[in-house]
């Protein structure tokens, strides 16, 4: 959330950026990478707490879902080359644009470096909460909820949806479940712990793109040309000093 906390200028929804569009192949892609690092279901809700108090505090919408019946990869997938339409996409265009302003929230533009919407993290949410797995079937059930529970919340607040209404009173709903003191209040402590899971998708989600890459200043996966120049004298010293301190002196370099 850090990123995000200094832009509380009111911004026109009109000049937000435009989400991209993946095509299913990169998405699913990208699906596959996010899956392979994070243990499933990501978004587990109140385990620690008496969950029917909490959801009845909250406000907690219950959700009538239409099951996915859509077929998985099957018992070898094909993860460098997967099919293009495994499963059907199953948010609404209005889940998918409030998704991707949240997104935006908490990973905005900044200079050169895209928005979280601007490289598709959307997209990817769509395929994980419409992937026909029990894991990620889980993850769905709680997401949209949580979905839902921002716009009714916006609406009690301030009479519009979400993405209609000014920046700053969107900040107001995020900031009251986006941080740790949320979850000592009862009315938020449900819908705090789900923005957990959405909070680290969408997080893991950009950082393994090539612009969340970049933004990080990771510098591996890049191309010598010559001859590897081994590593530099400063980081030889650094590691010497690491194996002197672990007593491991006669195995240094120097």
Known sequence: ????????????????????????????????????????????????????????AGKWPELNLEPITGEGYGTDPNLVSPPDSPWPLTMTPAQRALVGRVADI????????????????????????????????????????????????????????????????????????????????????YMANVFDGLRALITIAFFSTPEGIRDLGYQGNVPIVGDYPGPTTEAMNHLDGLLQELGLGEHTYS
């Not at 569009?21 to 392979?36: C, E, P």
């Not at 990817?124 to 909820?145: G, H, N, T």
Request: net charge negative; glycine share 4%.
């Open 106 to 189: 908490l990973i905005p533009r900044e200079g050169s470096t895209p928005s979280a919407s601007e490289v598709g993290v959307p997209d990817v949410l769509d395929e994980w909460i419409s992937a026909p797995y029990p894991s990620f079937q889980a993850d769905r059930v709680e997401l949209l909820s949580g979905l839902a529970w921002i716009d009714q919340e916006s609406q009690r607040r301030f009479g519009h949806v979400f993405v209609e209404i000014f920046e700053q009173q969107q900040l107001e709903i995020i900031e009251d479940i986006a941080y740790e003191e949320s979850k000592s209040n009862l009315r938020y402590v």
């Open 1 to 56: 959330m850090d990123r995000s906390m200094h832009i509380h200028q009111q911004i026109p929804m009109e000049n937000l950026p435009a989400p991209k569009q993946l095509t299913r192949r990169d998405s699913l892609k990208w699906l596959g990478v996010l899956t392979a690092g994070l243990t499933l279901p990501l978004i587990s809700g109140c385990e620690s707490i008496a969950i029917s108090t909490a959801k009845l």
